[in-house]
């Protein structure tokens, strides 16, 4: 057996009275493509931060190529052999594709656009160097991202969740290029809640919890509910069936809404017409800036529509085009954004004002005097029923892990037993169980008669969820695909724009 290409012993890393990691063994191949698995708040993250230098372990040893070594920065890191490609891209829209990889790759201009070049036809990345990014596909971008760091020569790749972004078409390039670069000694550590792709492209698996290593498998031995039970150390839950009821009024009408953006990297909604009914689930698909986050804004009130705008936007039956967020919620409306902190809830706040924010209406305020003991309560509700893993109800909101937060958030909104309930990426960067438990919450919502708008890049959970789908592509919806007589690959074709997409 070959030596390790890293190793890490007993590795251990506190945060006030949170142990992230502890005691953490861990080996990586040469040529290993190598899962990192666990629920929100396992300690994934934190593990990788520790190995690519953004924090540094308060206990235990990390060796390259059997020497122990201290890496104290990114730079650092980079300049061993690591390399890591994060969920968030790190690229300058307004920059060109080689001006992006000079900010971390020294040569001339010249040099750097042959490299590009090179390194594009070896492992199946081609993309134009001159190219500005925010003209890129999603696909392009992630690219990019790859290739900058094969420009410095890794020996160690870390990806977190690369296909969160991806068409399914997408996914089978991004895994051919990765097999490539493992047939060259490359060792890739891959962070995803798919169960499935870790079981096509993963050699190896490192399953956390609570921080704690507490198994190393290979993941093509198990099947995908198999790794999950190790995951969560339970059964998995239950995905509740999606009854057949008879469809309720009209909630959500857009209809004919075009709206031009004024942001240089924004995209205009062009002719937008959607429906949902009580007892349906609606979901969009599509790859990630194609107006998402113009269609979240128009819906959810943050963009208003002048009342003497052009096309129909109405909820419950009452035409909302000029009123606000606020407004629409006294209506019946709940909305769970994209961006959990920011948007969904305020870092620096308690759990308990998090959830003041949109829940003072269930008796936590009258006459602009505040019920404390009202709000908490509600909150130590909302953790309990949601399995949200905090120290309690005045947590600040930003102290939890991204799963956790967003379990809480999901959580308020359905407590406020809503008519018509939007939610935007809702199992972004959550755990499998969290997500089965998060779907199995909505179906039983839908069942009850809510009519429930869901915008998400996950195509698996919107077969799982949606009654029908409609694709967001360039600003522009298709026509309602019906779920049920529908396959994958239809809707990937409608995501990359394929002229021959099912409408």
Not at 33 to 55: D, F, P, Q, R, W
Not at 169 to 196: M, P, Y
Not at 283 to 307: D, Y
Not at 392 to 416: T, V
Request: glycine share 10%.
């Amino acid at each position: 057996m070959s030596e390790p290409l890293l190793s890490l012993r007993g590795v251990t890393k506190i945060y006030g009275q949170v142990h992230a990691n502890s005691g953490v063994d861990l080996d990586v191949e040469p040529g290993a493509i190598h899962a990192i698995l666990g629920e929100n708040g396992a300690g994934k993250s934190t593990l990788m931060k520790l190995i690519y230098g953004v924090e540094t372990p308060d206990e235990g040893d990390i060796y390259w190529r059997g020497e122990r070594f201290e890496v104290t920065s990114p730079a650092a890191a980079r300049k061993l052999g690591v390399g890591m490609v994060f969920q968030h891209f790190s690229l300058f829209e307004t920059l060109t594709v080689v001006e992006n990889v000079s900010l971390l790759v020294p040569g001339s201009k010249r040099e750097l656009i042959s490299r590009i070049k090179q390194l594009g036809t070896k492992f199946g990345l081609e993309v134009d160097p001159l190219a500005h990014v925010h003209a890129l596909s999603v696909g392009e971008r992630q690219r990019v991202e790859i290739i900058r760091c094969l420009l410095a020569d890794p020996k160690l790749l870390i990806l977190d969740e690369p296909t969160s972004v991806l068409p399914p078409q997408s996914v089978e390039l991004l895994f051919d290029t990765l097999r490539r670069l493992a047939a060259t000694g490359v060792s890739i550590l891959f962070i995803s809640h798919k169960l499935e792709e870790i079981r096509s492209i993963c050699t190896h698996a490192t399953i956390l919890r609570c921080g704690k290593v507490t198994g190393n498998v290979t993941p093509k031995d198990f099947d995908a509910n198999q790794l999950a039970t190790m995951m969560i150390g339970r059964d998995m839950p239950d995905l509740a069936p999606a009854k057949e009821v008879e469809k309720g009024p009209l909630l959500l009408d857009v209809a004919h809404v075009s709206l031009p953006t004024d942001d240089p990297f924004g995209v205009s909604l062009e002719d937008v017409s959607l429906e949902v009914r009580g007892g349906e689930i609606l979901g969009i698909a599509g790859v990630s800036g194609n107006g998402q986050s113009e269609l979240a804004a128009v819906i959810s009130g943050e963009t208003m529509l002048p009342r003497a705008a052009d096309g129909r936007l109405s909820m419950m039956g009452s035409d909302v085009r000029g009123i606000g967020p606020a407004a629409r919620r006294k209506l019946g409306f709940a909305f769970v954004p994209e961006d959990r902190l920011g948007q969904g809830a305020v870092p620096q706040l308690s759990l308990t004002k998090n959830s003041i924010l949109t829940a003072h209406s269930k008796g936590m305020v009258t006459r602009g005097m505040i019920h404390g003991s009202r709000a908490t309560e509600f909150t130590r509700t909302c953790i309990a029923n949601n399995d949200v893993r905090t120290s309690g109800a005045s947590a600040e909101a930003g102290s939890l892990s991204g799963g956790n937060l967003q379990k809480f958030i999901i959580g308020r909104e359905l407590m406020l037993e809503p008519k018509l309930l939007f939610l935007n990426q809702p199992t972004w960067g959550v755990d499998i169980g969290a997500a089965i438990a998060i779907r199995k919450r909505l179906i039983e919502l839908r069942n009850a008669g809510c009519a429930i708008l869901v915008i998400s890049e996950e195509l698996e959970e919107l077969f799982e969820l949606s009654d029908h789908m409609q694709v967001l592509h360039d600003g522009r919806l298709s026509g309602r695909f019906k779920t049920s007589e529908t396959e994958p690959k239809d809707i990937g074709r409608a995501m990359i724009g394929a002229e021959e997409a099912a409408q």
